[in-house]
Nanobody
Framework: QVQLVESGGGLVQAGGSLRLSCIAS???????????MGWYRQTPGKQRELVAG???????NYQDSVKGRFTLSKDNSRKTVYLQMNSVKPEDTGDYYC???????????WGKGTQVTVSS
């Protein structure tokens, strides 16, 4: 089982930057790399939506609204996935959830979320 711990959320002014981190604690490296990982976002009244995520083959999917502003990356040695958020906008405000999806089974794991608030 994969336990995901997010950090890095907070309050930031519009136009600023923030970096979210998600560490797969208690996972060995082989377990970490067997999963596709990324971030979803949830805002009040809306369904959870994909912000950015790795797919098999290393392709990264980004939500259209964050393309060119957000960058998803990972450090296998640290078993950590990062979401670099630049030029943030008030509409980026929400609870950000890290996920891990095991490629061979589809099993999903979620973190508890970290809150991002962008002030105008």
């Amino acid at each position: 089982q994969v336990q995901l711990v997010e950090s890095g959320g907070g309050l930031v002014q519009a136009g600023g930057s923030l970096r979210l981190s998600c560490i797969a604690s208690r996972a060995i490296l082989s377990t970490f790399i067997a999963h596709d990982m990324g971030w979803y976002r949830q805002t009040p009244g809306k369904q959870r939506e994909l912000v950015a995520g790795f797919t098999s083959g290393g392709v990264i999917n980004y939500q259209d609204s964050v393309k060119g502003r957000f960058t998803l990356s990972k450090d296998n040695s640290r078993k950590t996935v990062y979401l670099q958020m630049n030029s943030v906008k008030p509409e980026d405000t929400g609870d950000y959830y890290c996920y891990a999806r095991r490629r061979n089974t589809g099993a999903e794991y979620w973190g508890k979320g970290t809150q991002v608030t962008v002030s105008s």
